[in-house]
Nanobody, 123 residues
């Protein structure tokens, strides 16, 4: 069983930065690829970024490339999402997710989810 807890969300002005964290309660954190997804009101949950089990490769949605960076600290069982140059359209609930095997941008491949953390970007 994998338990994921997100933190770090909040209200920021456009152009500023936030760092989200996701702490995983699992003995074998390094076996899981990790992803970040987000869901805005009235919209479907969408892929943001993913990182391989060893941090060796990353995937990003086109809308966040160059602004958001995913990373993981295996020793701390934690994955991060550094968000820079935030825009109002980045406002959403951000979810951390885990899957075995290779990283993916497909929501349905992730079997474990956190409860989410709200990010609101004001203009």
């Amino acid at each position: 069983q994998v338990r994921l807890v997100e933190s770090g969300g909040g209200l920021v002005q456009a152009g500023n930065s936030l760092r989200l964290s996701c702490a995983a309660s699992v003995r074998t954190f390094s076996r899981y690829a990790m992803g970040w997804f987000r869901q805005a009101p009235g919209k479907e949950r969408e892929f943001v970024a993913a990182v391989a089990w060893n941090g060796g490769s990353t995937l990003y949605a086109d809308s966040v490339k160059g602004r958001l960076t995913i990373s993981r600290d295996i020793a701390k069982n934690t994955v991060y999402l550094q968000m820079n140059s935030l825009k109002p359209e980045d406002s959403a609930v951000y979810y951390c997710a885990a899957k075995t095997g290779d990283s993916s941008n497909s929501r349905v491949e992730y079997g474990y989810w956190g409860q989410g953390t709200q990010v609101t970007v004001s203009s």
